[in-house]
């Protein structure tokens, strides 16, 4: 009767291996009809240990149900064997599962609130250093962790127990056997006590060294921290696009500093890109580009501008990729890239261009007039030490013109500064700037920068102009007087610049009989070179000159500071 009722599957096996007889309960759990087990072979349902284990046996439908097999000792040619289900948890924890803990590198441990010992499995211990077998008590393992571990690791262990969930933590300690450092990962779970208690009795997990993983991880990390760095100190903004979804990924803030968009605007896609962002005329070649670099599989590299959209300003971007593949013959799925703001670099390569040119054509100039200056003052010299004054000081007259142009950020020269170089040694003092002073030399004008093509002409003009008048006009008595006014009026691209020169108190003055070379540079340079209007007069009492001469624009790209 007992047999027959007992709530658990009970079966009688003979010495050969046959089922004698199976309650109903353990043909109920095996979905077999009552007493269909007799007499067959035990092996049909599966095999049996000589001790209490978890088997699977299987059902009549061919499935198998994991019971634990629970055999009585032998009584002569027969044995009673009591089968239990189990529930999955009981299966997973079963000692044959111990060996794939093992194989991925778990180790088993529990800590017992009731003595503070920490029991070790043989994988644990060998992670952490200690004999296997080996007991150790929770302030041994406190002694093994870095300094400021202990109560991290303290505080998430309680927030973890108070709230009964599982916790899993990293942790730097040393192994106890050699004193090597390692990083272990930690993971446990609360035993709560018994008939529902709340407070937990002991913890139990697992435990890995993941010392390597780890090393990895900070490889990565340092290697992406100097990556963010040198894109940082390079202004280089790094982008991802996914073909697939048309969808970009900005990486740093660089990037949106570069379009001008914020965070909360989001990154562009290729269509947005090509179709609202790039400049029409570059878009052909962008779209060249990309496929070139698709076909050939190479380095993506093109150039173009975008309106940037804080402040609408046109910039001038580099780009560089390079396409990602999942295998050499797939397409790929994404674009790895950088994106460069060129644009300062490309208008100060358009300035040096520029200055060359001007350079050349300054040089030109010069070496033309210098051969000017040789032939003319060969023709009106009168001596070998007469030419060379003549020449020397025309000479030094056009090299100081051009080192005030080279030494102005805008290649420009100032009229006062030419003027003030050639009289200052006959002013007896300081240049007076009123027009009703008493100085022997008077400058009035407003300030007046000339550009190349004026102030070498107008320089050597001021030259010849002063030359004359200490050799022959007011500067060559003590008591003559040059006075020079000057002012800007309307009219042509910067203006019209209105320059007198009126001496007096020197001797009495006559026209000239003959043409030096003086007068053919008043006349010839300044009309050709200036484009001026020049009229000179010679009443007896001082020459005068009056100049109307059109200033050119100055030219932005001759400033690098623009």
Known sequence: MAFAQAPVGILVVDGAGLIREANPALCDLLGYAAGTLDGRALSVLGAVAQRSCIRRWLRADGTGLDLR????PARGDFRVLIAEAVDADEVVRA???RAALTAAGLGEWRYDFADGQVALSRRAAHILGFAPGAAVSWATMQAALEGGETGRIRAQVRASLRETKPFALECRLRRDSDGVAIDAEVRGQAILGPEGGRRPIAVVGVIE???TRVEARNALRDGEQRLRIATSLAALGIFEWHMLDDQAVWENERMFAIFG?????GALGKREFLDAVLHPEDRPAFRAAITRALREDSVLEATGRIRRLSDGAWRILDFAGRFERDAPHRLPRRLIGVVADVTERRLAEERQTLL???????VKNTLATVQAIVGSTARTASSIESFYEAFVGRIMSLAHTHSVLTEDTWQTASL???LANEL????EGSLDGSADGDARIQLVGPPVDMSSEVAVPIGMAIHELTTNAAKYGALSTRDGRVSIAWALEPGG??????FSWVESGGPPVSPPTRQGFGSRLLQRVLTAQVRAEVTMTYPPEGFALTMLAPLPARNDALNPLA
């Open 493 to 498: 691209p910067a203006g019209t610049l209105r």
């Open 95 to 97: 000692e044959e599962n």
């Open 416 to 418: 006062r500064s030419l």
């Open 261 to 265: 968009r914020r965070p909360s605007d």
């Open 69 to 72: 097999i629970r055999p009585s």
């Open 356 to 362: 060359i040119r001007e350079l050349h054509h300054r």
């Open 209 to 211: 060294d993941v010392t």
């Open 424 to 427: 200052k040694p006959y002013a």
